[in-house]
């Protein structure tokens, strides 16, 4: 069974700095785009950043400038690299792929269990 697993999340002080990583693991044969979403208190899931398979990055217009997505393929790895952290970046942060594996017919979607960011003093 493919699962995505985070890492990285944490408490930090504003104009800090943290790194998420998501790593999928299982029967995988290719991965497609990767994204990164957050949900903040009382607030609709929205889109902070994806990465196509080959391409340009797109940013949600609240982290352009601050955030920054990458990948690995060798590792099925995504990272989200967070500078410049604001209150409002405080979230639940949730990564999103969508592959390939050897069970299932076509491409699938698969989400993270999500890792807390609390920017705060």
């Known amino acids: 069974q493919v699962q995505l697993a985070e890492s990285g999340g944490g408490l930090v002080q504003p104009g800090g700095s943290l790194r998420l990583s998501c790593a999928a693991s299982g029967r995988i044969f290719e991965v497609g785009t990767m994204r990164w979403f957050r949900q903040g208190p009382a607030k609709q899931r929205e889109l902070v950043a994806r990465?196509?398979?080959?391409?340009?990055?797109t940013y949600g217009d609240s982290v352009k400038g601050r955030f920054t997505i990458s990948r690995d393929n060798a590792k099925n790895t995504v990272y989200l690299q967070m500078n410049s952290l604001k209150p409002e970046d405080t979230a639940v942060y949730y990564c999103?792929?969508?592959?390939?594996?050897?069970?299932?017919?076509?491409?699938?979607?698969?989400w993270g269990q999500g890792t807390q960011v609390t920017v705060a003093s």
């Open positions: 999103n792929m969508v592959l390939q594996t050897f069970d299932d017919v076509g491409w699938t979607e698969r």
């Open positions: 990465i196509p398979t080959t391409g340009t990055p």
